[in-house]
Structures are given as C-alpha cells and as structure tokens.
C-alpha cells in the first residue's frame, strides 16, 4: 500500500457539521450593511428582522398561513419551546435514532414527565414509521445529524391525524424537501445548512400549532423566553420579527447573506442539488472501496447533509482510536477539520456535505481519505 500524499488539497477544509461552512462567496465585508450599536425595535432592525423571516418563507416555499419566529438559544431553544408549550394536551411518541433526538425523549420524559411512547433505533438505522399512532403528538428529528439517517418523505404522516408533528429540521431545512403540509411545528438554526452564525433558532408554526397554542395551557410553568400567547391568544408581534430576547443585528445580517447566496444558487431546488452531488460523490466513494462504508445501510434514509462513514476493514484493532488517528492526519495536513464522528455515535467519520460546502473540495478529499487510511493500517502494523 502506498503513503504518498494526494496533490491537491480542498480549498475549504470546513467540513465540521456544526457550525457549518460559510457560503462560498461570504466575506466579512458582506456584514457591513449591519446596523450595529442600533435597537433591533428601531425601524431598520425590524426591517432586517422581518426581511430574515419573509426570504425564510420565500425560499423554503413555507404556506402563507404558517407563522415563522426568530427564537433564542439555537435550533435546542426552539425545540424546546416547541415542546414545552405544545406538549401534554394529548398523548405523546417520541421518535429517536440520534443523540439529539435521544435528548428530546429525555426532556419529555424526565423534565416534563410525560407519559410518552418512545421508540428508538440504533445509530444508521431508523424507526419504523408505519408503527407510529399519530393521533398522538409525535416528535422527531428529520435528519439524525450524529447518525447520519433521514426521512426519505413524510407519506407515512396522515393528513388527517389528530396530533401535532413536532419536526427538529436543523440539518434539513435548505437541503431536503420538507412537506409542509405533514409539519407543524418545525425549527432550525442559521448555523447549520446556510453556514449562518450561532445562537439563533427558527421555529416555523403550522395553523394546528397556532390553535393548539391558543386553546391549550400546559401544566408548568413557562421562562419568559417560551411564551408566545398574551392573554389566549398568539403574540403576532414575534412572528413579524419582534423578538422574544435582544438578537444579534450581526448575525441577523449574515443570515439575510446567506439567504441572498441561497437564492443565487437557484434557491431550494439549487440548494438540495449542491447537498445531493456532495453526498453522492462520497457514497460512490464508498462503493469502490471493501474498507469503508456509510453506517446508513439503507440507501432510502441515508442523510445528504450528515454524512456518516464507519471503517468495516477487519484488520482495523481498535476502531475507535484508528477513525480518531484518521481524523487527526486529515486536520494535521489541513485537508479537513472536525470530521471525527459525533462522541455519542459509533467510531468513524462524519463529513458535511450540505448546500454551502463546493462538490470540488468533496472531491479532492476523498484522495485523502485514501491516503489517511492507507498510512494508518501502515502504522498499526509496525506497531503490532
């Protein structure tokens, strides 16, 4: 076996998923339009708000009659919120095939001690969906972000349930196409397929999750940051860009960026397309090789953003401390940072492979790959 390094090396070695790589064209001067040390309830911060939640709506193709809120703490603070001010009115399952998700049955179970169903699936698997009542509330991730499975659709979601989807879409929403119709309270945040800046959630409301809201009051308290009803009835203003809490005006600004890039590249359809190339130029990978292979056995539910690999040579002793050793020659050569799988999953890789991330760099690491396990079975053997 050969240890000679490749020549070329990606342009952008940000393969990290989460924070995510920037648009391709960003600079920081494009955040020079940022009105700094400016009240984001002045007229241009609620300008730069709204706009942030109209080309939100607009590129993701969200119904006229859902509502679109800019929350605190991330896609985990909208979820929460989600969760804490519409669970309980009925029956629950919660769906989990990812340390994320495993997080949320936590939260439902242990914190807010709902009686709930929990079906769960090892990491590259995912649950049977046909099994599900959904005339319960339901929750779940759309893409496993550390197991690297996905929703293939949302057909096994009736039209006609009586429950509430509750849909964690961080790593979906501008690279998957979400039905709408199957969601009702869905969020996300900037940093993950847009490459925005972090601590910013969004959370996208179905008109069943605005009813909900307003004919039911859960049986806890709520923190003032997850209160959106005054008096019964919905608090409009947030979902006009009247925040909760004090937003970034930096941030909102990079986010506004990359919704301007998204719309370059063609919008949704432009953007599934870039995440779908990437993944298929690993997957391919993958099938000409007996050493590696995406922990995702099943084709149908294999994430386009999360791609996860796991090393399947039997020679390999120690599984985890080669993918780490991998990982690590990979950052040493500066050919790809923070690819190391998730500290939950199963030893291995994980390169993102979402909408901001250029098919050419995808392309000139898989050499690399290559090469990083080529000259660790090398050295596993001279220290054998």
């Not at 807010?112 to 969906?129: C, P, S």
């Not at 080669?322 to 923070?338: I, Q, S, W």
């Amino acid at each position: 076996m050969t240890t000679t390094t490749p020549g070329p090396r990606p342009a952008n070695p940000r393969f990290s998923s989460g924070p995510c790589a920037k648009p391709p064209t960003f600079t920081l001067d494009a955040l020079a339009d940022a009105p700094l040390g400016r009240s984001h309830r002045a007229a241009v911060g609620k300008a730069k708000l709204k706009a942030a939640i109209e080309e939100t709506r607009d590129i993701l193709g969200v119904p006229a009659d859902y509502r679109i809120a800019i929350v605190p703490a991330s896609d985990t603070g909208a979820y929460e919120l989600a969760m804490w001010t519409l669970l309980g009115a009925r029956g629950v399952e919660m769906l989990a095939w990812e340390s994320f998700g495993a997080g949320w049955v936590t939260d439902a179970v242990k914190q807010l001690k709902l009686d709930a169903t929990v079906r769960t699936a090892e990491y590259g698997e995912i649950v049977d969906l046909t099994e599900v009542d959904w005339n319960k509330d339901v929750c779940f991730t759309w893409n496993g972000t550390t197991s690297g499975v996905r929703l293939a659709n949302g057909d096994a979601i009736p039209a006609d349930r009586a429950g509430l989807t509750l849909c964690d879409a961080t790593s979906a929403a501008f690279a998957m196409d979400l039905p709408w119709d199957k969601l009702d309270a869905t969020t996300f945040s900037w940093q993950k397929v847009l490459g925005g800046e972090a601590a910013h959630g969004m959370l996208i409301l179905s008109p069943r999750a605005v009813e909900r809201l307003e004919t039911y009051t859960p049986a806890w308290p709520l923190p003032k940051i997850f209160r959106l009803t005054s008096k019964g009835k919905l608090n409009e203003g947030i979902f006009q860009g009247e925040t909760i809490n004090t937003p970034s005006m930096l941030a909102v600004e990079d986010y506004l960026f990359a919704l301007a890039w998204a719309r370059s590249v063609g919008g949704l359809k432009g953007l599934i397309a870039r995440a779908e190339a990437n993944a298929q130029a690993i997957f391919d990978f993958c099938d000409a090789r007996d050493w590696i292979d995406n922990l995702a056995a099943d084709p149908l539910v294999r994430s386009t953003t999360s791609v996860c690999l796991k090393f399947t040579d039997p020679a390999i002793r120690d599984g985890g401390a080669f993918a780490k050793a991998v990982a690590k020659r990979l950052e040493t050569e500066g050919v790809a940072f923070d690819i190391g799988a998730y500290r939950d999953a199963p030893p291995g890789l994980r390169i993102w492979c979402g909408s901001t991330v250029e098919t050419a760099d995808i392309a000139a690491l898989l050499p690399w790959l290559d090469w990083a396990y080529q000259a660790e079975i090398a050295a596993q053997s001279q220290a054998a």
